[in-house]
């Protein structure tokens, strides 16, 4: 799978492969019987990609560093500051390594669910009137 996303180039290969096979089997369970499509497109649409998940475990993280830091020890207070430095380093740079524990763990990046959405599109047929667009564009102007 071709991408530009900054998650997968920074993930194992290994790892990346799994993804990848685990969407071609769901595309090809699906070409088998494609009435199952819809029902798969409505997970695919509630599927948390991995910076949403990132964003919540970070946001949990540091409330619960604050709450012990406040009820219990200043220590605690480390846990959102490292929250913090690893939020940075996945803003300016698009990955962190919380990101790849989340990887290890089977969460998937927007695009690569996006992907399956639009394959799984695709063998339901809600393109196949594209197909011949170059063609009616080309008939269309010349009218």
Known sequence: METNDVVRKNTSPDINQRVDIEIRE?????????SK?????????????I?????????????????RGITTHRVWFILPAAVAGFLALNATEGWCPPITLLRRLGFRTRQEIEKEKYALKTIRGDFKYLLDVPNLAWNAVNK
Request: hydrophobic residues 40%.
């Open 26 to 34: 769901h595309l090809n369970q699906y070409y088998n019987d494609p």
């Open 51 to 67: 910076e949403r998940v990132f964003q919540l475990n970070a946001a949990a993280l540091s409330l619960m560093g604050l709450w």
């Open 37 to 49: 499509i819809d029902r798969r497109l409505c997970e695919l649409d509630h599927e948390w990609d």
